[in-house]
Structure formats: C-alpha cells, structure tokens
C-alpha cells in the first residue's frame, strides 16, 4: 500500500488538489492521471458538502456543481477505486466530518483502505477531537492529516508530536483561494512545528505560481494548490486534462 511518506521522500513534495464529481466522476478520474502526468506527488481528492466552511468560492463553486450532478460519497470512493492500479503515488481524501459521520466511520475509512486512499484531511474535525475516527483509520492503515493555522501557536507542539502523514500548515487566516501576496512568516512557524517532530510540513491555502512555489518550497516540505487547479477545471470543463497537466508541469519544475 502507498504511504504519504512516499511524496516526500527525497525530494519537495508538489501537492494538488480536485473537487470529485466536477466536471463529473469520469472527468476527475482522468483529471487525477493528467496530474500524475505533470508530476503531482500527492494528489487530494475534495468530497463535495455542501458547506464547505473552509473554502473559498473558487471552491466551494465546485463543490455545488458536483453535488448538482448527483456526486456522493460512495460514488468518490468507487472512482478512486476504479483508478487505483494506474496510480503510483499517495491519493488522500479532503472531507467534512457530516459525510463521514453519516458515511459511518468504520466502513468509511475501511472503503478508503479498498480503494487505495492511504491519508484522509478532516478540516472540521478538530485535533482534540480526532480519536473517535482515528481508531478506525489505524485499523485500516489509513493516517488522518492534521492542520496548523497561524493561530495555532499554544497547541504546536502537542499536534505536531502526534501528527502522522504530513502536517497541513495553513498559510493565511480566511478560506482557501488564490493570493497575490502571503505575509505569514511561514518559515518562523516551520521551525516551531520541526523542533517537536520529523514529520513533513506542506503548506497550502493562496499558492498559485510558480514563482510562489518556489519561495515556499525553500521553507517546507512540499506545497499544496488547490483552487488555481480547480479554476482551469472551471474554465475548461470536460477539455481541462492538458491545462492541468501543463500547469502542474510548471508547478513542479519551478520547485
């Protein structure tokens, strides 16, 4: 079975992200092997919900677009399952807890297992909170992804000392979505978050160019781009697999 450890190992891990179900199942499958093609690391695969409180619109869009095609849980893990043996690198899931809670636990994270997922990312499902799903995503070899925000500065070091897969850290205050400029001092907090564990630090929220990629890539472990994807995704549609292969060519070749 993959390993999220995989993504970082020996190099900077580029990590994407995709709305399942946008602009539909079949089109996300083929979205998943076009970002492989480019030389994603990792790829994150959204759950649509229909409240996405972590988003911003570029998202959250896509999340209304897939939920209008009828796209639901079951669904997303039956794809990822139907790709599984053309996908050599870690695929993880980014959900909300309701869809999983409603899912039930132990089937979800067993499904994940089936279906090749070896990291799922639970944004509303806060650290101190995580043992009711946690102990059934370690029966089934499945981490669970943690977040570090900006303001998560008391409770550093106890997320980091138990985190597992890659630790999330959250670039700005706000919801996801394209940024000209980030003025966090991401590297100060790096540093934080390394003297408690050896565990990889990607960052995300707002990264969009090459020339961002770079910078941040000097920093972490690896970088997260998730709405610029889904914008082409939006912009294309059913014609969107080149565009996204293209730009994460770039992407990974600026890191």
Partial sequence: MKRIADAFNGKKAFIAY???GDP??????EYILAAQ???????????????PVAEGPVIESAAARALAQGTQLKDVLAMVASIQ???????????????VFVFGYAKFFARCAEAG?????????????????????????VEM??????????RVAKIAAEAEGFIYLVSSLGVTGVRSEITTDL???????????????????????????????????GVIVGSAIVQLIAQHGEHAATHVREYIAGMRAAM
């Fill in 187 to 221: 590297a100060a907090i790096v540093a934080d978050i390394k003297r408690h564990t050896s565990t990889p630090v990607a960052v995300g929220f707002g990264i969009s160019t090459p020339e961002q990629a770079a910078l941040y890539a000097q920093v972490t472990d």
């Fill in 24 to 29: 539909n199942l079949a089109k996300s499958a």
């Fill in 117 to 141: 997922v070896c990291g799922v990312i639970i944004p509303d499902l806060p650290f101190e909170e995580q043992a009711e799903a946690q102990v059934h995503a370690r029966a089934h070899g």
């Fill in 85 to 99: 043996d053309r996908v050599h690198i870690p695929l993880l899931l980014m959900t909300y807890c309701n869809p």
């Fill in 37 to 51: 093609e480019g030389g994603a690391n990792l790829i994150e695969i959204g759950i649509p919900f229909s409240d």
């Fill in 145 to 154: 992804v943690t977040l570090i925000a900006p303001t998560s500065q008391e």
């Fill in 18 to 20: 995709l709305m399942a």
